[in-house]
């Protein structure tokens, strides 16, 4: 009988990326995605490639009945749940007098509150079944300072290395496993300037490059992101509690806890460069700007 996993956020970047691991694996994975078009065409690829197979599936991860009607309708048509991934998030961004409500909101719901539907959901089925591992993407931005602009980011996967800490030694005794990924810069849309498209961008934020484009300028290596859910796997395998990869990113979490205030120093170097390369682009005052 196949292993069977559900992957929010599966439709592209780490999820995509984790769920064709699994069905490579020979597991049975649902793909599940607000983009649930391109979740059920990549779920048909993965499924003609083998030896696993996938199904694609929409699901909001901001409404908790919909990701706990996915868990309880994927347990009763395999009989089984071996893995649940909470993967579904966004990157908001912006210095903080710039940011609304509606940012910390949006954030909070996806970023933390999805993956607390998510456990929530599925850790009493696992109770019951007696076995189960949840795997909670959360980010080196929950391990260490960050610049200041990623605030709102920081706040939502320290919450979750939080909440994956906590279920770990709540589900030991019972046969529950959990897991929290706090990956470096890996190669995904976010990279691009992915931004919700009904929410205002902060200006200052507007008119900066783009992660990627940042990170090729400073000769920063961008790990792709097939190694990484390889990576993953195995830490899974090994029941490791915190998965940091890759290894350069492993070696700065280390920095931090030796020495924190190094760390910090370079994240407050960052966030005034950032500042000094947006007064760079800014126009000046009173000058014309196109539409």
Request: net charge neutral; proline share 6%; with cysteine.
């Amino acid at each position: 009988m196949k292993q069977v996993a559900i992957v929010t956020g599966g439709a592209s970047g780490i999820g995509l990326a984790l769920g064709t691991a699994l069905v490579q694996r020979g597991w049975h994975v649902v793909l599940a995605d607000i983009q649930d078009v391109a979740g059920k065409e990549h779920a048909d690829r993965l499924t003609r490639l083998g030896p696993g197979s996938a199904v694609g599936a929409y699901v909001d991860v901001r409404d908790a009945d919909g990701v706990a009607g996915l868990v309880e309708s994927t347990h009763a048509e395999h009989g089984r749940l071996d893995l649940m991934v909470n993967n579904a998030g966004i990157a908001i961004a912006g210095e903080p007098e710039e940011l609304e409500l509606v940012h910390w909101d949006r954030i909070i719901d996806v970023n933390l509150r999805g993956v607390i539907h998510g456990c929530q959901a599925v850790y009493p089925l696992m109770l019951r079944q007696g076995y189960g591992q949840i795997l909670n993407v959360a980010s080196i931005a929950g391990l260490i300072p960050t610049p200041g602009q990623m605030a709102p980011y920081a706040a939502t996967k320290f919450g979750v290395v939080g909440l994956s800490r906590g279920l770990r030694s709540a589900g030991a005794d019972h046969g529950i496993r959990v897991t929290a990924l706090c990956p470096g810069w890996i190669d995904t849309p976010l990279l691009d300037g992915a931004w919700p498209e009904d929410l205002p961008k902060p200006p200052s934020i507007a008119t900066l490059p783009t992660i990627r484009e940042y990170l090729i300028e400073a000769g920063m290596r961008i790990y792709p992101a097939d190694r990484l859910a390889e990576d993953t796997l195995r830490g899974l395998e090994r029941n490791k509690s915190v998965l940091v990869i890759p290894s350069e990113t492993h070696r700065t979490w280390l920095l931090f806890r030796l020495v924190p205030g190094l760390v910090e120093s370079k994240m407050l170097a960052m966030t005034r460069a950032t500042r000094k390369t947006v007064g760079q682009r800014s126009p000046s005052p009173g000058a014309e700007q196109s539409a």
